[in-house]
């Protein structure tokens, strides 16, 4: 590997926390949440079928940092601390001489603030490991790389895309990884409220309201307000960002993505907002710009957060390593889709042991009965527990599991699903078909691949 960063892009990871993927105009959202967003996305790459590998913080983050499944890290649950033996992005770029940062949420150690030896090799630093514990949404308090407190100024959005600028300016004569990691829109924790700035929330309170949230309710109602009024904020941060690299002559020589851990189901699908294999659950927002990305459009393959740390990496130059288990995204900018899976894999954990397999038209999953999902990583034996036609029930409103005219079809899937645990590193298990149901006339024909 090189040593001799010059004629390197930048690169930026903007991360959000618990972003739906319909909170986006490129992905349909009709209220005009995030222009600055749609118009990158406009002109670069942007991926509308893009997922989580694990919908709850932690292992996701784990993923994200490494290229590996959260089972594979160890890091399957909240809490766990980012073992030191894989290596990170950081530690990928740092060896070629990038400066590295990290700014945010990180949510990967064993305790307040981060030491050191937790930091996934970022050289410069200005976090907290639970963000939403540490601050709120205007009391901002991070940590620096000597672990003082750093109170910022400013709504919280604000307060660390201005610390994000001032990493930018600092280090513009010299290729830097900057990876800002936002807590909105999560809900604090402490009011199970999603705060907005001040005003926002009465914006966007009573506007659409996604087809699976109105349907089946949950704390939409009381929610959404604020949630949407966090979004806008986060995407006029994001536009500022881009406003910064412009006015320092960087926004040619930057990757920048845009993307989130995981999504937000309003406590409709279990009892708090996410870990379920609902695509409310796992599908994000993603877009890239910057070198090898401008123009690529509007990309038709399923993608996982696993093919963000290879692409990244790709995009610079430097070689991926064994252990990543994603793929780089820059064929897929090309236009060029030669291998690449027609479905993605999602582990989950914390509401249970699960695994779940989404191509575009279906979706599957099978729970571990009887495992504490707090301390297991998976386990040999899954019952199915959910099948859904996303072509016919895009948000996923009737369960089709166990019905009889499917039954050939959940099989296939099954099969699929145990392919891709095996490929994770997972051992083959036994899935066991739900408890059959016979409904009328109804049949699917399995034969031949699933699309």
């Known amino acids: 590997m090189t040593t001799e960063p010059n004629g390197r892009p930048n690169v930026v990871v903007f991360l959000t926390d618990q972003q739906r993927w319909d909170t986006t105009g490129s992905n349909g959202n009709p209220i005009d949440l995030t222009p600055n967003l749609d118009r990158f996305a406009r002109r670069n790459t942007h991926v509308p079928l893009a997922f989580t590998p694990q919908p709850v913080c932690g292992p996701a983050r784990s993923c994200l940092q490494t290229g590996m499944w959260a089972t594979e890290t160890g890091c399957f649950c909240n809490d766990i601390p980012l073992p030191p033996g894989p290596t990170t992005l950081a530690r990928e770029f740092g060896a070629v001489g990038y400066a590295t940062g990290y700014i945010g949420k990180w949510h990967l150690a064993s305790q307040e603030p981060v030491p050191p030896g937790q930091r996934g090799g970022y050289r410069s630093w200005l976090a907290a490991n639970i963000l939403e514990f540490t601050s709120g949404p205007y009391r901002t308090t991070l940590y620096d790389e000597a672990n003082e407190p750093v109170r910022l100024p400013g709504y919280r959005v604000d307060a660390l895309t201005d610390a994000a600028i001032r990493f930018i300016d600092r280090h513009r004569d010299t ?59 986060l995407d006029e941060a994001f536009g500022r960002l881009l406003d910064a690299l412009k006015s320092l002559g960087l926004d040619d020589d930057t990757v920048v993505v845009f993307t989130s851990d995981h999504g937000c189901h309003f406590k409709t699908r279990n009892a708090e907002y996410k870990r379920s294999p ?138 699929r699903l145990i392919a891709r645990m095996v490929a994770a590193g997972e051992s083959a298990p036994v899935i066991e078909p739900a408890p059959t149901i016979t409904i009328g006339q109804r049949q699917v024909d399995a034969v031949g691949p699933i699309a």
């Open 278 to 415: 609902h695509d409310a659950s796992i599908h994000v927002p993603f877009a890239i710009g910057g070198p090898g990305f401008v123009g690529g459009g509007e990309v038709s393959g399923l993608v996982s957060l696993l093919d963000l740390p290879p692409t990244l990496l790709d995009a610079a130059g430097l070689s991926i390593p064994e252990q990543m288990r994603g793929r780089s995204l820059l064929p897929l900018a090309r236009g060029d889709r030669t291998g690449w899976p027609d479905d993605v894999f999602v582990q989950i954990s914390e509401s249970g042991v699960a695994r779940a397999i989404r191509t575009t038209r279906w979706k599957y999953a099978a729970t571990a009965p009887g495992i504490d999902s707090w301390q297991a990583p998976g386990a040999d034996r899954y019952v199915e527990t959910h099948l859904y036609d996303l072509e016919c029930d895009p948000y996923e409103l009737a369960n089709l599991a166990g019905l009889a005219s499917h039954r050939e079809l959940s099989a296939s899937l099954a099969e």
């Open 175 to 233: 290729p830097f990884f900057l990876f800002l990691s936002h807590l909105e829109p999560h809900h604090q924790n402490q009011t199970d409220d999603y705060p907005p700035p001040d005003g926002y929330r009465e914006r966007y309170q009573g506007r659409w309201v996604p087809p699976d949230l109105a349907a089946l309710g949950g704390t939409t109602h009381q929610h959404l307000g604020g949630y949407y009024g966090q979004v806008k904020r």
